[in-house]
C-alpha cells in the first residue's frame, strides 16, 4: 500500500493544494484551504475504514485537487448554476487525477477506479463509494456546518441536512451524533432528520 508511487503522488496532490490561495485558520495558522480539505477527507476516510484500498485513499486526497480554480462565481446564483459548477467540478478533478496518475505510471484500471469515486458513479450498494460519501458529510459536520447554518435560511439548511443524511450509511450518521456540535447545530440537525431513521 505504501508504495513509493503511491507516496509520491499523494505528495504531488498535496503540492497543488498547498497553492490554493484561500486559508483556513487551522490552530491559529492560516493554511491553504484544499490542502487541509483533503487531509481532513483522507483522516475521516481512515477513521472509518482503516484498511481502505489504494484507489479510495487517491480519490479522498485528490476529490478537491485545484477546486479554487473553477470559483462558484463563474455560475448562476441559483439552483441550476449550482448544478452545474458542481459536475464541471467533478469532471475537472476527474480528469486531473487522470493525468496526475498517468505521469506516475498508475495502470488504467485504477485510474478508472478513481474517476469512479470521484464523479460518483459506482452502483448504489457500492462499499467505497458509500466510505467516500460518508467522510464528505462528516467533513462537513465536523467543519462547515456551523458557518452555513449561520448563512442559510433555516428551511433551506434543513432540507440540505435532510437529503445529506439520506445518502450516509448508519456507521457514517453514528459517526456524525458523535461529533460536537454547537447547541444551535445539534438541535436543527435533530429537528431535520427526526424522520429519517436516526440512529
Known amino acids: 500500500m505504501a508504495s513509493e508511487r503511491f507516496a509520491q503522488l499523494i505528495e504531488r496532490i498535496d503540492q497543488l493544494n498547498r497553492q490554493d490561495p484561500n486559508t483556513e485558520l487551522v490552530d491559529g495558522v492560516p493554511m491553504p484551504r484544499e490542502y487541509v480539505y483533503s487531509r481532513r477527507l483522507t483522516d475521516w476516510v481512515l477513521r472509518l475504514e482503516p484498511t481502505a484500498s489504494e484507489a479510495l485513499r487517491i480519490a479522498a486526497r485528490g476529490q478537491h485537487v485545484q477546486r479554487w480554480t473553477i470559483p462558484r462565481d ?30 506516475a505510471g498508475y495502470p488504467d484500471e485504477m485510474i478508472q477506479q478513481v474517476r469512479s469515486l470521484i464523479v460518483k458513479r459506482r452502483p448504489a450498494d457500492d462499499a467505497e463509494a458509500q466510505t467516500l460519501e460518508d467522510a464528505l458529510c462528516l467533513v462537513f459536520f465536523e467543519t462547515q456546518f456551523a458557518d452555513l447554518r449561520q448563512r442559510t435560511p433555516e428551511p433551506a439548511m434543513a432540507e440540505a441536512l435532510r437529503k445529506m443524511w439520506k445518502k450516509m450509511s448508519e456507521r457514517g450518521r453514528a459517526e456524525a451524533l458523535r461529533l460536537r456540535l ?4 445539534r438541535k436543527l440537525l435533530s429537528e431535520a432528520v427526526g424522520g429519517v431513521n436516526s440512529p
Open 74 to 103: 463563474r455560475y448562476e446564483r441559483n439552483r441550476r448554476g449550482y448544478l452545474r459548477w458542481r459536475e464541471t467540478l467533478k469532471t475537472f478533478h476527474a480528469q486531473q487525477m487522470t493525468e496526475l496518475m498517468a505521469a
Open 182 to 185: 454547537g447547541e444551535a447545530e
